[in-house]
C-alpha cells in the first residue's frame, strides 16, 4: 500500500548501472503518479528528483534524462521546469560537454519542447 512516500536508497539491482538508471527513477515515478492522477506522489517524485539532479547534472545520463522526461509528462509539467532549470543553471558546463552536446542535438529534434522551454526561461532571465 502506498504510504505517501518511497524511498531515495539505490535498489541492489541497479547499484552496479552506475547513476543513469538511478536518476531516471524518480521522472519514472512522476509519469506513473500522472498517470493515475496522484498528485501528492508527483510532487514528491518531482522534489526528489530536483534534489537527485544537484549532484548528478554533471552525469553523462543527464541528457538522456531529459529525454525520458519530455516523453512521458506534458507541456508545462513541473518536472519538465525542474529538468530546464538544472539545464539552465548549469548551460556554461554543459554545453562544453561533448557526450551532451551530442545528446542534447537529438533530443531537441525529437522533442521540440525541451528547446522552446529553455528558449523561455532564457528570455525571463537577465542572461542576455
Known amino acids: 500500500m502506498y504510504t505517501g512516500n518511497y524511498t531515495d536508497e539505490p535498489s541492489e539491482c541497479l547499484e552496479s548501472e552506475g547513476d543513469g538508471l538511478e536518476l531516471l527513477k524518480h521522472p519514472r515515478v512522476y509519469a506513473l503518479a500522472d498517470m493515475f492522477r496522484i498528485e501528492e506522489l508527483k510532487n514528491l517524485s518531482c522534489k526528489k528528483f530536483e534534489l537527485r539532479l544537484q549532484q548528478h547534472w554533471i552525469t553523462d545520463a543527464f541528457p538522456d534524462c ?46 521540440g519542447d525541451f528547446a522552446i522551454d529553455f528558449v523561455l526561461k532564457m528570455t525571463n532571465s537577465d542572461v542576455f
Open 66 to 111: 531529459i529525454r525520458e522526461v519530455y516523453l512521458t509528462s506534458t507541456e508545462g509539467s513541473s518536472i519538465r521546469k525542474t529538468v530546464v532549470d538544472a539545464v539552465f543553471s548549469h548551460r556554461k558546463v554543459l554545453v562544453q560537454k561533448r557526450p551532451f552536446q551530442e545528446v542534447i542535438r537529438e533530443v531537441v529534434r525529437e522533442i
